[in-house]
């Protein structure tokens, strides 16, 4: 059996700025389970990736250990990859981001990768605001070894096995705006409308931005009774209002009511435009995110778009003030600038 894609592609399909066709970002055919929530993510990736006209192999993936972690061979089959140890994709991501700055970092976990065995990892890729962005395949089983309840599972919800979960869920939005993230967002694998744009703005935001993607595992937690399903989410979901993304070579043009719309320059002039943003949170606000966060969370709803965005981020090498040249360039020269050097420093320290 094969898993590569078919060379064969459409004459005239749409390219992008880099003369790129969409199947220039794509990967090997998806083993997954046949509806799987994570292979609409991926799709998702490939299409923000094409529409902002990326480099693929300007692009480094990483991911852990999970059904989440074997998504990153089904999309950017160009880019430079790295398939860590369980829960530790943080710390090879910020070891790589340290070496080379100059490559994006789109780092893929899942709900037991990132809020179970990596939950320290995660932590402090958080409180670093390492410039990444950090996606979530969370359908609150553990799909590979049979559908045991992860730990964002809700309290109360049933997987296919029937129990109800009898512990606490782990929120990582919240958790995130708790360590100071400077972009929080959820949506919903079935919502690429939504979707998209989000990936889009993450990509451009100057250091850490997580989405949490609810993702229903249509084997183990996509029944009735499970908050993870299809028919939950679409049920009681509700968007913080419409997200659409501007590149900063387009003419920007929106179609909005008075008094609805906020519009958002990225550090690279790309331009967000949030529609009807919800009276009860201010996505600027992170004391306003953690409200509504927890207010939906009460009703038993599903807050998703973008629930909070520092305009004003500054990520882990403005703070450590590390060298403009990317780590991996600088020669021996300039690592030991020799005896003359060392003696100034010391001479500066007394």
């Known amino acids: 059996m094969s898993y590569q894609i078919p060379k064969f592609r459409h004459p005239d399909l749409p390219v992008n700025e880099l003369g790129y066709t969409k199947a220039d970002y794509e990967g090997s055919i998806s083993t997954l389970c046949a509806g799987c929530g994570h292979d609409s993510i991926s799709g998702a990736i490939v299409r923000a990736c094409h529409e902002l006209s990326l480099e693929p192999h300007k692009i480094a993936k990483m991911s852990g250990i ?40 789109l780092g893929i976990s899942g709900d037991g990768d990132t809020a179970a065995i ?50 606490n869920s782990i929120d990582l939005c919240s958790m995130a705006l708790q360590l100071g993230a400077t972009f929080v967002a959820r949506s919903f694998s079935g919502d690429k409308a939504q979707l998209v744009p989000l990936i889009k703005a993450a990509m451009t935001h100057r250091g850490f931005a997580l989405i949490d993607v609810v993702s229903p595992c249509v084997t183990f937690n996509n029944n009735p009774g499970s908050t993870k399903s299809y028919e939950y989410v679409r049920e009681h979901a509700e968007a913080t209002g419409s997200i659409d993304f501007v590149p900063i070579m387009q003419e920007i043009t929106t179609s ?68 403009q040249r990317p780590l991996n360039e600088l020669e021996e020269a300039d690592l030991c600038p020799g005896n003359r050097m060392l003696v100034n420093i010391n001479a500066s320290l007394r």
Do not use: W
């Open 66 to 105: 999970g059904c989440s972690s074997k998504s990153p061979a089904y999309f950017l089959g160009n880019s430079h990859g790295f398939n860590s140890v369980h829960g530790r994709m943080p710390s090879v991501v910020t070891g790589a981001a340290m070496a080379n700055r100059d490559l994006m970092y």
């Open 118 to 167: 990596g939950m320290g990892q995660f932590a402090h890729v958080v409180r670093r605001s390492l410039n990444m962005v950090y996606i979530v395949m969370n359908n609150g089983v553990y799909g590979l070894t049979k559908g045991q309840d992860s730990a964002t599972a809700d309290k109360g919800s049933a997987s296919k096995k029937g129990d109800p979960n009898l512990f």
């Open 256 to 323: 909005y009511h008075a008094g609805t719309t906020q519009e958002v320059t990225m550090h690279d002039g790309s331009v967000i435009c949030l529609h009807k943003v919800s009276e009860s949170l201010d996505p600027f606000d992170r004391r306003s995110a953690m409200v509504a966060l927890e207010d939906h969370r009460s009703d038993g709803s599903i807050l998703t778009g973008l629930i909070y965005m520092d305009k004003n981020a500054h990520d882990l090498h403005e703070m450590l003030e590390t060298s």
